[in-house]
Nanobody, 124 residues
Framework: QVRLAESGGGLVQSGGSLTVSCATSESTFSHYSMAWFRQPPGQERDFVAAVSTNGEETYYADFVKGRFTISRDNAKNTVYLHMTNLKPEDTAVYYC?????????????????WGQGTQVTVSS
């Protein structure tokens, strides 16, 4: 795993859009598939989306299909999650993680290290 820093969260109105980012300074970024997870208040951390090492394969949880898009820029060591048509139930802390498996694992407890996450709040 690589050390990651999430950013870009904020407060957005229902129906709005937001892009969160996850970056690392480690040059091995392109060797790892990447995943986004989220943890709503008082709930468990759930898989949201994942992208393969070269960015060509993407995977989504059913509850975000058609609304969220994951992408990566290996030249910038960054993975993005572009979120549209946001709903109040999307309110959560969003975390990214790296994985040596491709596609990456979708169970949060399979990961040991987590960054601080970025808070996304959707108002109704």
């Amino acid at each position: 795993q690589v050390r990651l820093a999430e950013s870009g969260g904020g407060l957005v109105q229902s129906g709005g859009s937001l892009t969160v980012s996850c970056a690392t300074s480690e040059s091995t970024f392109s060797h790892y598939s990447m995943a986004w997870f989220r943890q709503p208040p008082g709930q468990e951390r759930d898989f949201v989306a994942a992208v393969s090492t070269n960015g060509e394969e993407t995977y989504y949880a059913d509850f975000v299909k058609g609304r969220f898009t994951i992408s990566r820029d290996n030249a910038k060591n960054t993975v993005y999650l572009h979120m549209t048509n946001l709903k109040p139930e999307d309110t959560a802390v969003y975390y990214c993680n790296s994985d040596g498996f491709d596609p990456p694992r979708s169970i949060a407890s399979d990961y040991t290290y987590w960054g601080q996450g970025t808070q996304v709040t959707v108002s109704s």
